[in-house]
């Protein structure tokens, strides 16, 4: 059996039609020297159907009929992947065609204590695009570090996956990826490509639920897993119960689209139309 050179990972529950495009992009990749891996985490759409029905030996699918939580699915996919490198990838985005040669490229000049992200396009609920989101260059320490990623532009090593699973604890189903990097960064090196190498869909998605779910685990952090001042606990305890209560305003008042557009820039109307034509062409 021919090793495949990278590993790639799909959780999903309900993506909707969102899953179709999802899985279009990975075979408009120009580095084609993969494995898909397809776990469902209980959908009650047709998705399952659509995985099953990929046609293609480097795809594999997996279902229990269980809904277990995205935590707890990706470190299944981890101990699945045949790769010695483990490419994160969400339902709902969508790859630019040279992420994985782009990405893995940057992983064979790393060691296997290296994790790589890039940054993002901001696409919309249609699949347009609506902004830049720029990765990070400065490695972050403690809370600080929960951002340092885009989730769905990771990639390591598998085996530092292994490493540093991701906390299958109940209170990080909606933050597992900010635990995950603000327990590695103190022993591992972050990188960021500053090219969007990712569509990433969150403009005219958001969920008030999810981000209460995403606050709790964000409060838990802080809480029990971080040596902090007391003047820093309570600083960063507060400051995201009051970004909680803010969106709970713009959410009652159904302004959220605004609030989703305070995490990215605009592009200049080159830059977008470079962006619109790329996804075009995935999508053909």
């Not at 046609?55 to 809904?67: A, F, L, M």
């Not at 299944?76 to 994985?100: G, K």
């Not at 720029?134 to 490493?163: C, L, M, Y």
């Not at 090196?189 to 981000?211: A, Q, T």
Request: one cysteine or more; aromatic letters at 14%.
């Amino acid at each position: 059996m021919n090793i495949p050179k990278l590993s790639i990972g799909i959780s999903f529950k309900n993506p909707g039609s969102y899953f179709k495009l999802a899985l279009q992009s990975i075979f408009a990749q120009t580095f084609t020297n993969w494995e898909l891996i397809l776990i469902d985490d209980g959908s009650t759409d047709d998705s399952l159907t659509i995985a099953k029905s990929i046609q293609d030996p480097r795809v594999r699918v997996y279902s229990d009929g269980e809904s277990k939580g995205l935590n707890i699915r990706l470190n299944q996919i981890v101990q699945l992947a045949n790769a010695p490198y483990f490419f994160r990838m969400d339902a709902d985005d969508i790859m630019h065609p040279q992420r994985l040669e782009k990405q893995y490229q940057a992983l064979l000049q790393h060691d296997d204590n290296t994790v790589i992200g890039t940054a993002a396009y901001s696409i919309d609920a249609n699949s347009r695009v609506v902004g830049f989101r720029a990765s990070r260059q400065i490695q972050e320490t403690g809370f600080d570090a929960r951002h340092s990623f885009f989730h769905p532009t990771v990639a390591a090593s598998t085996a530092w996956f292994r490493r540093n699973p991701y906390s299958e604890n109940f209170i990080y189903q909606r933050s597992q990826d900010a635990e995950l990097w603000c327990r590695t960064t103190s022993n591992t090196k972050f990188i960021n490509l500053p090219e969007p190498l990712l569509y990433y869909r969150e403009d005219g998605v958001f969920s008030f639920n999810n981000y209460i779910g995403t606050t709790l685990g964000l409060l838990d952090i802080i809480h029990n897993n971080l040596n902090l001042r007391r003047s820093r606990y309570l600083y960063l305890f507060s400051r995201e119960l009051i970004k909680l209560w803010i969106a709970f305003i713009y959410n009652c008042f159904g302004l959220t689209k605004y609030l989703v557009a305070m995490r990215y820039k605009q592009l200049t109307q080159k830059e977008l139309q470079a962006a619109d034509e790329m996804l075009t062409m995935i999508q053909q």
